[in-house]
């Protein structure tokens, strides 16, 4: 019987509970103001790929307003920047990009605008400092390093001939098992 209260007691909290939710006042008015968007924008970020835009927004939310270098859908590394995409950089108050030499047009495309380029910033870079990741000997000292130790086994794939040759051969050896006669059988 105490079990039973006690379960229905607790049934009755969160029901009310949640129906507490559901309950407005009609006194509270909406104080907001259209104006408010426009103070808190804080102006137009260009990035330089979509994932760099996700990132400002995440950061920032609605009080910038982003604009990506690439409309189309070109690959990062092939983007070569339009005198669209030039204007449009420098109308943008702030730049962000990846960096670590990901984009191989940015650094000439600033230094080519000169004082007409936004203050630019990567969003990537190395815990040392450094502005160029060297992937390339990365992945060869890796790729040597998982050759040599790594975790692999040797495995044949394939069969070796003079495993078991006994198979469909007429004069078939049951290996001492007498019910060991479906080898060459239809229905096996």
């Known amino acids: 019987m105490n079990n039973t209260v006690r379960a229905i007691s607790v049934s009755l909290i969160l029901i009310l509970s949640s129906l ?4 407005t006042d009609d006194e509270i008015t909406d104080t907001s103001d259209d104006n408010l968007d426009e103070i ?3 102006g137009t970020v260009m990035v330089s790929t979509y994932h760099v835009g996700e990132l400002v927004s995440a950061v920032a939310g609605d009080s910038v307003t982003i604009d990506y270098m690439s409309q189309d859908n070109i690959p990062v590394h092939d983007y070569e920047p339009s005198a669209a995409d030039l204007i449009r950089l420098q109308e943008a108050d702030i730049f962000l990009y990846h960096g670590l030499n990901l984009e191989p047009w940015v650094e000439s495309t600033l230094s080519s605008l000169g004082d007409d380029a936004p203050p630019s910033y990567m969003t990537h870079a190395m815990p040392t400092g450094a502005s160029n990741l060297a992937y390339e000997s990365m992945l060869i ?15 044949t794939l394939g069969m070796v001939s003079d495993d078991h040759d006994d198979h469909g051969d007429e004069d078939h ?16």
Do not use: I, K
């Open 40 to 42: 808190l924008n804080y």
């Open 173 to 188: 050896d049951d290996h001492g098992d007498e019910d060991h006669d479906d080898h060459g059988d239809e229905d096996h």
């Open 20 to 23: 507490a939710g559901c309950l």
């Open 141 to 155: 000292s890796d790729l040597c390093e998982l050759m040599n130790d790594g975790p692999f086994e040797g495995t």
